[in-house]
């Protein structure tokens, strides 16, 4: 039997992510679990970030932002990030991280994290408690001992982080590969 619960979002798991911004004169880290993919050509993504948030000043005077993919190692780090304001405390000197220049965006890329995508905001949509910003990525940077020699992702070197519900989780294993459920009912109608 299922049990009707009021709407919320519980769609799950989501990526815990840092995302960094600046205006030109000063930074900031903020901690998003409501990030995803929603293009791929060109390649986009959005983040939904509340309109009382210095991040999100900062996002509306600059148009740019860094995506940056931490370690299920790195949750204190990310948890602080989203715990304590960028208008009170430097961040950056606060959970240990290192800022790198961007190549094509003035937000900067995290150095700790294997993963940094710069995008362009594209578009912005009102949504109610938080705004949804649409950036196109215009860069992706990736620690060399994530990457194979056919340039595709190791994803066991990985360890990306997920947030479910309030709470912080590794992920586990690979359990398939897209189109694997295809070529296995094609091999049996064989």
């Not at 009021?6 to 990526?15: G, H, K, M």
């Not at 948890?79 to 304590?84: E, F, K, Q, T, V």
Request: glycine fraction near 8%; aromatic fraction near 6%.
């Amino acid at each position: 039997m299922k049990i009707e619960r009021r709407p919320s979002t519980i769609l799950l798991p989501v990526p815990a992510v840092l995302v960094t911004v600046a205006d030109g004169k000063k930074g900031n880290i903020v901690t998003i679990a409501w990030a995803g993919t929603v293009c791929s050509a060109p390649p986009m993504v959005s983040v939904a970030i509340r309109g009382s948030r210095y991040s999100h000043e900062l996002l509306e005077c600059s148009r740019e932002f860094v995506v940056n993919l931490p370690r299920a190692s790195q949750v204190e780090q990310v948890d602080l990030c989203g715990s304590i304001s960028g208008r009170d405390e430097d961040k950056w000197v606060a959970a240990g991280l290192t800022p790198l220049p961007a190549a094509k965006v003035q937000a900067p890329l995290i150095a700790e994290c294997p993963i940094n995508l710069e995008c362009v905001v594209r578009h912005e949509l009102s949504l109610g408690a938080h705004d949804l910003f649409i950036g196109e990525i215009v860069a992706v940077h990736c620690d060399e001992e994530v990457i194979d020699a056919r340039g595709r992702l190791k994803h066991g070197a990985l360890d990306p982080l997920a947030y479910v519900d309030g709470d912080y989780w590794s992920m586990g294993e690979k359990v398939g590969t897209y189109g694997f459920s295809a070529k296995r009912r094609k091999g049996h109608m064989s």
